[in-house]
């Protein structure tokens, strides 16, 4: 085995963290890999990777080497495609990471409809409700929804997306519609434990911050069962837009204190590599751009208006 497809393999088992999963992704005994990695750290003179019983991590000299690991690899790669003549062909594996939700949505039709154009290439996805380190977890593209810290890599703005209070006709009619974010308390609500809820709701009145404490009667750890609760009359709910776009054209849900919203989340679409990447990141950025970008559930100025 050369240096370069143990490079590859180091790579994969530190991405998936652990020798029996790198085996299965890369279709290779675990033996094989197991082999490669003690090669290559016998060749090198140091310990890369910490094994225990459940899992394996990294050393601090093997996240140095694992990050020139994938530098140098993206750069063979890119040789070998433009000394083929194939530079504009796209080929190989992208690994994609977005949101749980969104992903299932939004991403994955794009990635179906992006691998049935181009047949060489495959697509790793990673649906997860957490910010990924692209650097860290080998991550070619990545879905954003929110404010972008500043960084070196690239990114191109997509859309926006609300944070919207919702409820269901019935219970609306039963309750009455509020008018002011105070109006809430005592009301029935719905929360959701997940990543960057909380229990106090934030609102802009007149320009200026405003908190209101909710009681939950029910308390989920996914927006889609927050979601299925409000359509069933059980409470009002808080939660994006593009996750109750359907639920509200069809009539299942209504949209409340659309005047005190915060402003929207934008929504990027976030690569490395800029001019230099490969062709399957660049076309792929493209592809997920033009087709996010005409989705009206993106667009909160054309969607999700709030009935009187």
């Not at 200026?208 to 409470?235: D, H, S, W």
């Not at 409340?256 to 062709?279: C, D, N, S, T, W």
Request: glycine share 6%.
């Amino acid at each position: 085995m050369d240096r370069f497809q143990e490079m590859q393999i180091f790579v994969v088992v530190a991405q998936e963290q652990g020798f029996s999963a790198a085996a299965r992704r890369l279709g290779l005994s675990a033996a094989s890999v197991t082999r490669a990695v003690a090669a290559l750290e016998q060749h090198i003179g140091t310990q890369l990777l910490v094994r225990t019983t459940r899992t394996v991590h990294l050393t601090e000299a093997g996240q140095r080497y694992c990050d020139d690991c994938r530098r140098i690899l993206a750069e063979v790669q890119e040789a070998e495609d433009s000394a083929a003549g194939s530079h504009a062909l796209p080929r190989g594996q992208l690994t994609i990471t977005a949101p749980v939700l969104f992903g299932d949505l939004f991403v994955t039709p794009v990635m179906a409809d992006y691998l049935c154009r181009y047949p060489d290439v495959s697509i790793n996805a990673l649906l997860l409700d957490r910010v990924v380190n692209m650097v860290e977890e080998g991550i070619d593209i990545a879905v954003r929804i929110g404010e972008l810290p500043d960084s070196n890599q690239h990114a191109i703005r997509v859309g926006e997306v609300r944070r919207v209070i919702c409820a269901s006709p019935d219970f609306l009619a039963k309750n009455g519609r509020p008018d002011h974010p105070q109006a809430l308390a005592g009301l029935p609500v719905v929360s959701t434990s997940a990543i960057g809820q909380q229990r106090s709701w934030p609102f802009l009145d007149g320009g200026e911050p405003l908190g209101v404490r909710t009681e939950p009667r029910l308390t989920v750890t996914a927006n889609q069962a927050a979601i299925t609760a409000a359509c069933k009359g059980l409470g009002l709910t808080r939660v994006l837009s593009y996750q109750v776009a359907c639920k509200v054209a069809a009539g299942e849900l209504e949209i409340v204190l659309a005047e005190f919203e915060l402003p929207p989340l934008p929504i990027h679409v976030v690569y490395q590599g800029g001019r230099k990447a490969p062709a399957r990141i660049r076309s792929f950025v493209d592809f997920a751009v033009k087709a996010l970008r005409e989705h009206p559930a993106l667009n909160t100025s054309a969607l999700l208006q709030p009935l009187k």
